[in-house]
């Protein structure tokens, strides 16, 4: 490819929101918006959010759902109904958006930091379990990209061992392992639905799935300063009016995770359309992938026959030591010769100011030192063309073949 073709190629990057609302979604908060007698949740819940919760329900096969204002509030939820506190350990991949830690930091429990398995990229079984100790209390399973982990041997470290495990589902709704949904499979699945994830309820949004119904009433009370129904009758149902005030569940303090009744109907709209979103992401993914696979340095995430990947990011590795290049000799040929605008992401947490500040430093994670060190993650967004894949797919080949020299 010349030098004056490629300076008149187009920018690829990735947007912003990785998938646009419907119009039956926005018809939708106009509906809530004329006709909804409330636009936030009452006293234990709304009617939208209800009808959302009940369709999660139904879709992914789970005991009880809470929506919630953000996937990082499910995590909060499900930091406290772990039950958490200082003493304890909390066993956590160190490659993970930071959402997913700091709620369980938050508790005073002591962060162990897990390695990622070399193949799959997601949280190692095997690390895991060489990190259980007497003070582990939960472990908190990430599938990161859109990739369950090894769920069935997570749980198994767990059992019997007074552990909680928790789903980080943030980036794989709808994703299936052995033919389950993901985030019904531990004792807590954590969903986001930001603009940056595969179906979104305007900018955010939050679910909570919990294997314990009785989890399922403790994350309500939590989720409204503990506002709750009055289980007593009471002579004058107006004093006081409203709720009662309750302790959410053993110790803890309630908060305000609240998802507005507009953005819980449109959850709901959306809901239908998610594994048609996933269906199409993953046509993206093997048209992308098929057309580099003559290129092995360049390697993505390997996916078990067990497992369905929704992709909600594109990353792979790249190991060019064979051709004396280091994966920034790449990053720094796309972006400025080819014009595609590809990102290294997720910073090892323990490497983090944040983490290091509060003596979170401590981790032997070699391979996820070699993943973040040698990672690079292509714009990704749903409904791209197949041109636009080809595209990127032959940008690709060409920096690739540029810089096997």
Known sequence: ????????????????????????????TVRVARESPGYAIGIPGGP????????????????DAVSVNSGSSALELAANLTGLGPGDEVILPAHTFVATAVPFARTGAKMIWADIDPDTRVVSADSIRSLVTDRTRAIIAVHLYGLPAE??????????????????????????????????????????????????TLGE?????????????????????????????????????????????????????????????????ALGRLDAINEQRRHQAQRFMGGLSEFPELSFQHVPDHCRHVYHLMSARY????????????????????????????????????FRKFGFTEANVPETDRFFDNMISFPWWSDMSDELLDDMAERTRDALTELRG
């Not at 209800?50 to 139904?58: D, H, N, Q, V």
């Not at 767990?158 to 052995?178: L, T």
């Not at 989890?215 to 503990?226: I, K, L, N, Y």
Request: proline share 4%; glycine share 10%.
């Open 151 to 200: 769920m069935d041997d997570i749980v198994e470290i767990a059992r019997g061992c007074d552990i909680r495990v928790v789903e980080d589902c943030a980036q794989a709704p709808g994703a299936e392992y052995r033919g389950r949904r993901i985030g019904t499979i531990g004792d807590f699945g954590c969903f986001s639905f930001h603009a940056a994830k595969n179906i979104t």
């Open 1 to 28: 490819m010349a030098q004056t073709e490629v300076k008149a190629l187009n920018p690829i990057k990735a947007p912003s929101v990785q998938n646009r609302v419907s119009e039956e979604e926005i018809d939708e």
């Open 319 to 354: 190991d060019g030591e064979a051709f004396g290049c280091h994966r920034d000799a790449l990053m720094t040929l796309m972006r400025e010769k080819y014009n595609v605008q590809a990102i290294v992401q997720y910073w090892p947490l323990y490497r983090s100011e944040l």
């Open 205 to 269: 949004g939050g679910m909570l799935a919990v294997r314990d119904a009785e989890h399922g009433t403790q994350a309500r009370r939590m989720r409204w300063m503990g506002n709750w129904v009055f289980e007593m009758k009471r002579e004058k149902d107006w004093v006081p009016a409203g709720g009662n005030l309750v302790e959410p569940a053993p110790g803890r303090w309630p908060g305000n995770y609240c998802l507005a009744e507009a953005l819980a109907a449109v959850g709901r709209k």
């Open 48 to 63: 939208e959010g209800e009808a959302f919760e009940k369709t999660f329900i139904e879709m992914m096969g789970c005991t």
